[in-house]
């Protein structure tokens, strides 16, 4: 998992109501790639200990995020998707058109996936 990804992973855990998935795939600081855990109560035990943070390199993983913004949304209809413009592909947040903060204003466009799901899941909060 790359810095960025840590950082974004960083800000998912610390946003208000994050909860740890059992299904999810967990990136550690050290030699440890990845675990896999089965239940919640072990994904507590691994959270945040020893550097443990979800790994946003796995598709898994972002599925996680995105059921967590749509439950913190209370919209299961939200989903990401990209816009090229020009050669630059950005992703965006949509639930019928593009999320909006409390202001009114729209969330903007991101350079991943995970970055579109973790700011939707900050504005949520």
Request: aromatic residues 12%.
């Amino acid at each position: 998992m790359t810095e960025a990804q840590r950082a974004l992973a960083q800000r998912w855990v610390d946003s208000k109501y994050w909860r740890p998935e059992p299904w999810l795939v967990w990136s550690g600081d050290r030699d440890t790639k990845w675990v896999s855990v089965t239940t919640t109560r072990d994904a507590r035990k691994l959270w945040p200990y020893a550097g443990f943070l979800p790994d946003l390199s796995y598709d898994a993983t972002l599925g996680c995020l995105l059921g967590d913004v749509r439950r913190a949304w209370g919209d299961p209809t939200i989903h990401v998707r990209p816009n090229t413009i020009g050669s630059t592909t950005y992703w965006q947040a949509w639930a019928g058109e593009l999320l909006r903060s409390a202001d009114g204003s729209p969330l903007g466009q991101f350079l991943s996936e995970a970055e579109a799901l973790v700011v939707a899941r900050e504005a949520a909060s």
